[in-house]
C-alpha cells in the first residue's frame, strides 16, 4: 500500500490565484482529514470527511472547500489565495475504531508546502 | 467541547537521559490517546497509544501512562537518543466524535 498520498510537494501561489491540493489514500478508509501546520506550530483542522459524498468544516475552513466523491480521494480547493494561507498542508485518513469508536489513529500524508506571494 | 494542554512546548535533554511530556485532558468521556512523533520537514506519525481501559503500555524504550482520574496521560522516553529529536504531539478521542483533538506539540533536543 503506497498509503495516503498528495500533489504537489511544493507549490508557489500569488495572491490571488486558485489551486487543488490532491489526497488519495488506498486503504480504504472511511474518515479523511485536511489539516494546516504553521511554522513551530500545531495541527489545525480545515475540513474532514466521514465518507464519500459526506464532508464538515473543521476549526478553520474559511477559504477553503472540499468534496469527497469517492472513498479514496479529498481534494483541498483554495480560492482567492491569501498570504495568510502560507503553511504546510497535511492530509490524513483513519479507520473505524474498535467497539465503534468512530475516530482512531491517524495516517498522514508527506504534505504540501505553499507558499502564497 | 475536548481540549488538550501539553507541557513543556520545548524539552532539552542530553543523550541517555530520560524525556517526559504530559497531556491533560477536559472531557471524561475521551477513551483513546495516541502519541505522534514529527521530525522535521516529515508528516507526523503514530509511536504509541493507550485507551482508557488500560493503565500503562511500553514498546521497548517508549512507554506511556493514563490517570482517568487525574484526566492526563504521559509519554516517557528512556536512554535517550539524538535520533529522538522530534517534535511529539500528543491527541485525545471519543467515541463518538470523529475529530481528535491535539496538544500543540512538544519540541525535543537530544544533545550528543
Known amino acids: 500500500n503506497a498509503g495516503v498520498t498528495q500533489t504537489p510537494k511544493f507549490r508557489i501561489l500569488k495572491i490571488g490565484q486558485s489551486m487543488t491540493l490532491q489526497c488519495t489514500q488506498d486503504?480504504?478508509?472511511?474518515?479523511m482529514y485536511w489539516y494546516r501546520q504553521d511554522p513551530g506550530m500545531g495541527l489545525k483542522l480545515i475540513y474532514y470527511?466521514?465518507?464519500?459524498?459526506?464532508?464538515d468544516k473543521g476549526e478553520v475552513p474559511n477559504g477553503y472547500n472540499v468534496s469527497r466523491s469517492t472513498t479514496e480521494d479529498f481534494p483541498l480547493r483554495l480560492e482567492l489565495a491569501a498570504p495568510s494561507q502560507t503553511s504546510v498542508y497535511f492530509c490524513?485518513?483513519?479507520?473505524?475504531?474498535?467497539?465503534?469508536?468512530?475516530?482512531?489513529?491517524?495516517?498522514f500524508g508527506p504534505g504540501t508546502r505553499l507558499l502564497v506571494l | 467541547g475536548e481540549n488538550v494542554e501539553q507541557h513543556p512546548s520545548t524539552l532539552s535533554v542530553q543523550e541517555g537521559d530520560s524525556a517526559v511530556i504530559k497531556c491533560t485532558y477536559s472531557d471524561s468521556a475521551s477513551n483513546y490517546f495516541p502519541w505522534y512523533k514529527q521530525e522535521l520537514g516529515k508528516r507526523p506519525q503514530l509511536i504509541i497509544d493507550?485507551?482508557?481501559?488500560?493503565g500503562e503500555k511500553k514498546d521497548q524504550r517508549i512507554a506511556v501512562t493514563l490517570n482517568k482520574t487525574a484526566k492526563h496521560f504521559s509519554l516517557h522516553i528512556t536512554e535517550t537518543q539524538p535520533e529522538d529529536s522530534a517534535v511529539y504531539f500528543c491527541a485525545a478521542s471519543k467515541g463518538g466524535s470523529y475529530i481528535p483533538t491535539f496538544g500543540r506539540g512538544t519540541s525535543l533536543i537530544v544533545h550528543p
Open positions: 490524513a485518513s483513519s479507520p473505524p475504531g474498535l467497539a465503534g469508536q468512530r475516530g482512531e489513529t491517524q495516517y
Open positions: 493507550i485507551r482508557s481501559n488500560v
Open positions: 470527511s466521514v465518507g464519500a459524498g459526506i464532508t
Open positions: 486503504m480504504n478508509h472511511n474518515y
